[in-house]
């Protein structure tokens, strides 16, 4: 009779014989759940391949980036002095719908943790200097292609040093716009405004999601300095007209959507380099921040064994990613994409975004990725991968969400300047906005959110209230205050997303 550890011994054999059998069979199962599912999105004409979504190269004639280049070398780097530390205000909001014309007060005065006073002959001096600067940024707006030819097959490890100076450059442009209109020179102003959303506008094709978020950012500071630009006296109908055009052509919808489709290709190429890691879960957790290793203990032999049991767990839960649980990260990362690019599209065939993110959290709600998982094995080896998929997409989703306030700030800035142009020429503002058709704008603005007209309303006084519902999806009547639980001033943290009047001096 054998003996019990032999009986043992062999029983775990088994039992451990059967899991790999399971896992390998789920890993097969898995994995070709991910090709036929790739095969479909193919053959629905889904692009999944670098070759497919890196943009071509750009004519030189037609590239501005040399110029471009020529303006970062201009500016400080970081940027010093006011640029950095006190830019002059733009479209600060003071109270609810109200904004103070930054422009017009005798003094650029910070308020952040550190106060800081700088009067506008400082501001000027600093602009003196970076006059360079603007001069080759101006030259670059001329160009119709901003293509920075990037080596996209590096994955995340791609450096993009050009984006934090892209910013920074809008932050410039907008600086001297506000000099310019302390100084009564609109005309200035108005190339200051436009050589920024030219700039923006050309660099559309670069199909990285940062680069959109960043480009988004850079439109949210002109869509400041443009109302500054609408509160002067100076402005005249054609210089408004020319920056009405710029900002109806700046495109927003369409390259998130392709920005998408390039960070689906990179998800799915970077579970692929996790895969032939020999510690994937390491590297997952470095991208995500420092984690605590090791039990923390007085380092006696008890110590040292739970140390090495987690090592061992450690390291078989790696291993069984990468044989079978990461093709399940895979496909739901798949799934994931696909829903957010079907949001975009969605979004850009309405012309509005109520209807396309509710959605989109209805699909990932069913997706089940904020869900743990179901698998009994993965949950017991305590899987450090396990969140892969439901961070990877939940942090793409957001930006649909910074998307639609970008688009909607785009489309209150063109109906504001056709209202300024209607008022310039007629002595007062349009009783509604289907008055501005089509002498001013080709149809009547419809809310980006909803989908219905921009409310709007002609006030005593001989001015005007025009707002979009705001991300609440309710229209509250034009209510300038914060939303429930926040004390921000900032217009679109508002319950309805209202174009600022100008606060009384």
């Not at 707006?141 to 809008?170: C, I, V």
């Not at 509005?352 to 949950?379: C, I, Q, V």
């Not at 979009?468 to 300038?480: R, V």
Request: glycine share 6%; aromatic share 8%.
């Amino acid at each position: 009779m054998k003996k019990w550890w032999v009986k043992l011994l062999l029983f775990l054999a088994a039992v451990g014989l059967i899991l790999l059998v399971l896992v390998a069979t789920s890993g097969i199962h898995s994995k070709n759940a991910v090709e036929r599912y790739r095969d479909q999105l193919r053959a629905a004409g889904e692009k999944l391949d670098f070759n497919e979504v890196i943009p071509p190269h750009t004519d030189p004639d037609k590239n501005g980036v040399a110029l471009i280049a020529q303006a970062f070398s201009s500016m400080p780097y970081p940027s010093a002095g006011i640029l950095l530390t006190n830019r002059p205000p733009t479209m600060k909001m003071v109270a609810p719908g109200k904004a103070m014309v930054g422009w017009q007060q005798p003094d650029i005065i910070s308020e952040d943790s550190q106060p800081a006073t700088n009067s506008w002959a400082d501001l000027d001096a600093e602009l003196l200097v970076e006059s360079p600067a603007l001069d080759f940024l101006q030259q670059a707006s001329e160009r119709p292609q901003l293509n920075f030819e990037l080596d996209y097959e590096q994955g995340f490890t791609l450096l993009l040093p050009h984006l934090s100076r892209m910013k920074q450059a809008s932050f410039l442009l907008s600086a001297s716009a506000m000099s310019h209109l302390r100084r009564g020179d609109s005309a200035m102003a108005a190339t200051n405004l436009q050589t920024a959303l030219l700039i923006i506008e050309n660099w559309k094709d670069e199909p990285l999601l940062i680069s959109q978020l960043v480009r988004i950012a850079m439109t949210q500071i002109i869509v400041n300095a443009q109302w500054e630009f609408l509160q002067s006296s100076n402005v005249t109908e054609p210089q408004l007209a020319l920056l009405q055009r710029d900002w109806a052509n700046l495109q927003l919808v369409q390259p998130m959507e392709k920005s998408l489709v390039m960070e689906r290709v990179w998800g799915t190429r970077t579970i692929e380099l996790l895969r032939t890691s020999n510690s994937p879960s390491s590297i997952y957790s470095g991208w995500r921040g420092p984690i605590a290793s090791g039990s923390g203990g007085s380092g006696d032999w008890l110590d040292a064994l739970k140390d090495l049991g987690e090592a061992v767990k450690h390291k078989t839960s790696d291993d069984l990613w990468r044989v079978s649980w990461s093709y399940d990260d895979e496909f739901a990362v798949l799934h994931g994409d696909q829903v957010l690019i079907e949001a975009v599209r969605q979004a850009g065939t309405n012309g509005y975004f109520k209807d396309a993110l509710a959605d989109r959290d209805r699909k990932l709600a069913a997706l089940g990725l904020n869900r743990s998982s179901t698998n009994w094995l993965r949950s017991h080896m305590n899987d450090a991968m396990t969140m892969l998929g439901n961070e990877t997409i939940q942090s793409l989703a957001h930006s649909l969400e910074r998307l639609l306030g970008c688009e909607t700030a785009r489309t209150l800035t063109v109906t504001a300047i056709a209202l300024k142009r209607y008022q310039l020429r007629h002595q007062t503002y349009p009783g509604n906005l289907n008055a501005l058709v089509p002498e001013f704008l080709p149809e009547a603005p419809r809310d980006p959110v909803d989908g219905h007209p921009l409310r709007y309303q002609l006030l005593p006084g001989g001015t005007f209230l025009l707002y979009s519902i705001g991300s609440d999806n309710i229209d509250n009547g034009g209510d300038g205050n914060a939303q429930s639980g926040s004390k921000s001033l900032g217009w679109q943290r508002a319950r309805d997303w209202v174009w600022p009047q100008p606060a009384a001096p």
